[in-house]
């Protein structure tokens, strides 16, 4: 069961911004919607959540979609550092569904 | 601010032999879980605590045990190895949840 979808990679260019799509159609009303990314070798690190409203943080943006079946993560001016496994995750908050994690975006950055 | 702790970093076990991978945070974290992540694969949950004395299944339970007699320690024992368990093993914490999680560097397992 697919909790979300994402494309298996992305490639982009440095200094350029940067939109990972999720969708999660079955989305309920109550799932906040994660993002995080793991680096070679290291464990996923946090870059944002929101539940309905778009969110800012020093990372990243996060745009979701009205009916909150999809959503966006936005790099605003990507970095080869930023070259990375991305995850979104519908985070139900309750028990083994909390987080699932699928395979996520393996986001290139060429220089 | 030592966050998630995980020891060992690297461990390579005989199958049958038994061993536990420690897991140890400082933020005072109620939630916290255990992973395992296959090469080329996404995180898949084996195990989980809400609070020290509660834990419960993932997806992918069989074969290890956990207990959380405190908040800061959760301590996933492999009771019988297989061939099948190497993996990397993350320990996570969050405040609650639907908190952001924390992860741990990892754990690399092989067994022979």
């Known amino acids: 069961d697919a909790k979300t979808t994402q494309p298996n990679s992305m490639e982009s260019n440095e200094e350029e911004p940067v939109h990972l799509p999720c969708n999660h159609s079955t989305i309920s009303g109550t799932d906040y919607i994660h993002w995080y990314r793991q680096l070679p070798s290291q464990g996923p690190e946090y870059v944002i959540h929101?539940?309905?409203s778009n969110v800012n943080n020093r990372m990243a943006s996060l745009a979701i979609a009205e009916d909150r079946k999809s959503s966006t993560l936005i790099l605003h001016r990507a970095t080869l550092r930023d070259a990375a496994v991305y995850y979104c995750i519908r985070n139900s908050g309750g028990g083994a569904d909390g987080l699932t994690f699928g395979k996520g975006t393996h986001l290139i950055i060429q220089p | 601010n030592a966050g998630v702790t995980q020891t060992p970093k690297f461990q390579v076990l005989k199958t049958g032999q038994s061993m536990t991978l420690q897991c140890a945070q400082d933020m005072n974290h109620e939630y916290m879980s255990w992973y395992r992540q296959d090469p080329g694969m996404g995180l898949r949950l084996i195990h989980y605590?809400?609070?020290?004395?509660?834990?419960d299944q993932g997806e992918v339970p069989n074969g290890y045990n956990v207990s959380r007699s405190t908040t800061e320690d959760f301590p996933l024992r492999l009771l019988s190895a297989a061939p099948s368990q190497t993996s990397v093993y993350f320990c996570?914490?969050?405040?609650?949840?639907?908190?952001?999680?924390?992860f741990g560097e990892g754990s690399r397992l092989t067994v022979l």
């Open positions: 996570a914490s969050s405040r609650t949840s639907t908190r952001e999680l924390f």
């Open positions: 605590s809400v609070g020290a004395g509660i834990t």
């Open positions: 929101g539940l309905t």
